[in-house]
């Protein structure tokens, strides 16, 4: 039985997602020399995946002055929580502490890092009410 497609942006379509986000509306060409910036693609190639991604709802294509004008139909934040949490789920047996020590553990997070995330649970710590105090006070 085949599995209904991923709605997730493959390697590629995330490419084409972050030349969106990063330069807004786009006719084809843009998109393609955007890419051909970081690797060979041909243009025929940017314009199947682009399809496919409509398809899939990650772009949106309005008319243009100059043919269609492509967009990012999926926030970047949408995209991150979507693969991180795959990844978290596939990889890491939904433990996103799991995630964290594998990244500590080998090396990926530097001083920097882990003080942003210490940073991060103090102010998520901070705005979680204590049991038992109704709306933060005593």
């Known amino acids: 039985m085949?599995?209904?497609?991923?709605?997730?942006?493959?390697?590629?379509?995330?490419e084409i997602l972050k030349v969106l986000w990063d330069i807004g509306p786009a006719g084809l060409?843009?998109?393609?020399?955007?890419?051909?910036?970081?690797?060979?693609?041909a243009l025929t190639t940017v314009?199947?995946?682009?399809k496919m991604m409509l398809s899939k709802g990650l772009?949106?294509?309005d008319d243009g002055p100059r043919g269609y004008a492509?967009?990012?139909?999926?926030?970047?934040?949408?995209?991150?929580s979507g693969l991180v949490g795959k990844l978290v789920q596939h990889v890491f047996d939904g433990s996103a502490?799991?995630?964290?020590a594998h990244m500590i553990q080998e090396g990926q997070l530097d001083d920097r890092?882990?003080?942003?995330?210490?940073d991060l649970l103090k102010a998520r710590a901070d705005?979680?009410?204590?049991?038992?105090?109704?709306g933060g006070t005593p």
């Open 2 to 14: 085949a599995r209904p497609p991923s709605k997730q942006p493959t390697d590629g379509e995330l």
């Open 29 to 41: 060409g843009q998109v393609h020399a955007a890419l051909q910036g970081q690797k060979a693609v």
């Open 47 to 50: 314009a199947t995946v682009l």
């Open 59 to 61: 772009v949106r294509r």
């Open 70 to 80: 492509w967009s990012a139909d999926v926030s970047r934040k949408t995209a991150v």
């Open 97 to 100: 502490r799991r995630l964290i």
């Open 113 to 118: 890092g882990r003080e942003e995330i210490l």
């Open 127 to 134: 705005a979680t009410p204590s049991p038992g105090m109704k």
